[in-house]
């Protein structure tokens, strides 16, 4: 089982929908996630960032972190062309480095 | 203000070969981290750099190497290349040790035929 785990999608959906994206992972002892997002042929580009359980909006994109099930999640709402991407979860322990996921491809249809 | 800037954007390099990568840090971030990031992947941590000694390595043999300089940029030098070294090679740097915000560069591409 690997670390950190997501559905690598695609995953296709229409302009203006509310998109889910999710990871799990396997060691309890993460503490702060990230997501990233990943345009073909370019850097990571962090999008959010939080500590411990518990919610963050901002703007557009809200993450949900869930460490009783070691589960969390990046919903997208009113979902853009411009949001069609590769989007990664990143996570670690205090003192450690990032772990992350392999990523899952979106495409917003217009 | 600069973001981290990194040379070549591809290298085609064939097996057994050295290769060196190269990335100048955001401007005034001091830490340097390295990533493998293989097709359909997430980038694996290769290793991190802090005012010019390693900090940090991830499971990556000997023959992957790094330097910092004195003004932060760094190298990556990979000895005896592998046809499984093919990836993006992503430089991400931080303002200082322990922050957790970095700063991706565009990445280069190595094939090694």
């Known amino acids: 089982q690997k670390e950190v785990e997501q559905d690598p999608g695609p995953l296709s959906v229409p302009e203006g929908a509310i998109v889910s994206l999710n990871c799990t992972y396997s060691?309890?002892?993460?503490?702060?996630f990230m997501w990233y997002r990943q345009y073909s042929r370019k850097g990571p580009e962090l999008l959010m960032y939080?500590?411990?359980?518990g919610n963050k909006e901002d703007g557009r994109f809200t993450a949900q972190v869930d460490k009783s099930s070691k589960y969390i999640s990046l919903f997208i709402r009113d979902s853009q062309p411009s949001d069609s991407a590769t989007y990664l979860c990143a996570m670690k322990n205090y003192g450690q480095n990032f772990v992350f996921g392999p990523g899952t491809r979106l495409s917003v249809l217009p | 203000e600069t973001g981290v800037t990194q040379s070549p954007t591809h290298l085609i390099k064939t097996r057994g070969q050295q290769v060196t990568l190269r990335c100048s840090s955001q401007?005034?971030?001091?830490?340097v981290s390295w990533y493998q990031q293989a097709l359909g992947q997430g980038p694996q941590f290769i290793f991190q750099y802090y005012r010019e000694e390693e900090n940090g390595r991830g499971n990556f043999p000997p023959r992957f190497s790094g330097l910092q300089f004195p003004n932060y940029s760094s190298e990556l030098n990979v000895n005896a290349l592998e046809l499984d070294d093919s990836a993006l090679y992503l430089c991400?740097?931080?303002?200082?040790?322990?922050?957790?915000?970095?700063?991706f560069g565009p990445g280069t591409r190595l094939t090694v035929l």
């Open positions: 991400a740097s931080s303002l200082e040790l322990g922050e957790d915000t970095q700063y």
């Open positions: 401007s005034g971030h001091n830490t």
């Open positions: 060691n309890s002892a993460f503490q702060y």
């Open positions: 939080t500590y411990s359980s």
